[in-house]
């Protein structure tokens, strides 16, 4: 028994040793193949990675190449242009109240208006008064009757045909005094009457030149007005919920947003009217956005919620000099002027001209943060009557201080001008605006440079109207006026019409 487990066991081990070198063999083998094709190879990659660097960088140097030149090439084989679509969303400072071209005054209304109704005639952007519903306008020999020949292709936005009706239905409208429409005035003795269905006559009191441009305002249906009560046409659906016109767009829905006034907004949704009698519109709609505060409204321009914005005096800080921004600056028919209180002993024709003299109008004018058409005549330089040769004295300090010496008002040793111990000190009405308020303090210091005392009154709307101008409550007024399109600058200037 002993002798054959001894044999087992040396069989066992040989066996064993045999198993233990085959391992050992096929591990050499393992780590031969290894060193050869791994670590050998990998060496081999690095001796030529300057060459593979050299060659990668080659490759991003010529795709950035291509890339520059394609864009390069761009403007030659490639135009930007518009196409048509798309909705166009406006934001507005204001409050929407009221569509009705009878009532709408506030900008957000003026905007809405302009859009959902047309006029008989509607001033181009060159400030020439061209045909809207109107074809052509003929004015006779007195000056006092004008005949209005109408177009014959418009309809309502409910389909309904326009005619002479609905013009001279808006007119006696106005004339209404239930109505309460701020543009009564205008239309006080004006007889309005049908010929035919496409041909509207206008009866003057007197002549009066600049008549053509009250013939601008929005008509309204008379098929759908005619049945409302002229005293509750203020509070009729038709000027906020269902507005009917004759305009490029109809309206689609109002949103209302907020409950607090402070917090509210109103959301105008307009769409494309397919049957517009004018130039085919390209967009298929526009959304009006009414905003109470501008931080809010300039916030949404910059996250694109909103692509225009209208009711800024200036141009944001955040937004100065950003690629993509376009800043349109729309000239106005008015001016912005210094008027002098001739009753005023201190103000003689020749003090006055020191003070214009003394007064550095460009440099007022680049402080304002937007750009200003400049003013020196009592008409726009737009206008045919402007005269260059006619215009204020410009701007020359040493002739204002010569002006002021000769009129016995001589510099004391503090700077001030005085004569017969009393101090040349004006005051200063105007309106509390932030404009308005940069301008009289630049009055202030420019005055003040030669000796001139100025006390600077900003007052509201109301307090200028009932007091400063109606009772002259002032030696100077910086206020603006309102010249309009046509150059008739009668009431104005014209004693008769103090």
């Known amino acids: 028994m002993s002798l054959i487990d001894r044999k087992m066991r040396l069989k066992a081990r040989r066996a064993l040793r045999k198993q233990k070198r085959q391992v050992e063999a096929v591990t050499s083998q393992a780590d ?72 709408a005054t506030s900008p957000v209304d003026v905007s809405v208006s302009r859009l959902l109704f047309s006029g008989l005639f509607k001033v181009s952007p060159e400030g020439k008064l061209v045909g809207d519903l109107a074809k052509n306008l003929k004015i006779d020999k007195t000056g006092k009757i004008y005949t209005v020949s109408l177009r014959k292709d418009v309809k309502w936005h409910d389909g309904k045909k326009f005619s002479a009706d609905d013009v001279v239905f808006t007119y006696d409208l106005i004339k209404n005094p239930e109505v309460k429409s701020p543009l009564l005035t205008s239309w006080s003795g004006v007889d309005i009457s049908k010929k035919d269905n496409n041909t509207v006559v ?37 000027n906020t919920t269902n507005p009917i016109g004759t305009g490029p767009f109809s309206f689609r829905k109002l949103v209302v947003e907020g409950n607090a006034m402070g917090d509210r907004h109103e959301r105008i949704a307009l769409s494309k009217f397919k049957d517009y009698y004018g130039d085919v519109v390209g967009l298929d709609g526009v959304t009006i956005r009414s905003y109470q505060r501008k931080e809010e409204m300039i916030s949404d321009f910059q996250k694109k919620s909103i692509q225009a914005m209208i009711g800024l005096s200036s141009v944001p800080d955040q937004l100065e000099g950003q690629r993509g921004v376009k800043i349109i600056s729309v000239p106005m028919t008015s001016l912005v002027m210094i008027f002098f209180n001739n ?16 007064t550095n109008v460009k440099a007022i004018r680049d402080s304002l943060g937007f750009k200003a058409v400049p003013g020196d005549s009592p008409f726009l330089r737009s206008q045919f009557s402007y005269d260059p040769n006619i215009v204020q004295l410009p701007y020359n300090l040493k002739k204002a201080e010569a002006i002021l010496d000769a009129e016995g008002w001589k510099l004391n040793k503090d700077g001030k001008r005085t004569k017969n111990g009393k101090q040349l000190s004006f005051r200063l009405v105007s309106q509390s605006l932030s404009e308005y308020a940069s301008i009289a303090q630049k009055i202030q210091q420019q005055w003040g440079a030669i000796g001139i005392n100025v006390d600077a009154v900003l007052q509201p709307e109301e307090g200028i109207q009932s007091g400063a101008i109606s009772k002259h409550e002032y030696d100077i007024l910086l206020y603006g006026i309102s010249i309009g399109y046509d150059p008739d600058v009668f009431a104005y200037w014209h004693s008769s019409q103090a």
Do not use: C
Request: proline share 4%; charged share 20%.
């Open 343 to 358: 009753s005023r002993k201190n103000l003689n024709v020749n003090i006055r001209k020191a003070l214009v003299q003394a």
């Open 202 to 238: 206008f009866k003057l009191p007197n002549e009066l030149s600049p008549f053509k441009y009250a013939l601008t305002n929005g008509i309204v249906p008379k098929h759908i007005l005619a049945t409302v009560d002229p005293g509750d046409l203020r509070s009729s659906s038709f």
């Open 32 to 103: 031969d193949g290894i060193e050869r094709l791994v670590f050998k190879r990998f060496a081999r990659l690095l001796a030529v990675r300057k060459f593979v660097v050299l060659w990668t960088i080659l490759v991003v140097m010529l795709s950035a190449g291509t890339l520059w030149q394609v864009r390069g090439l761009d403007k030659f084989y490639l135009t930007t242009e518009a196409t048509t679509g798309g909705i166009y969303r406006e934001g507005v400072l204001g409050t929407f109240t009221n569509a009705n071209p009878l009532f």
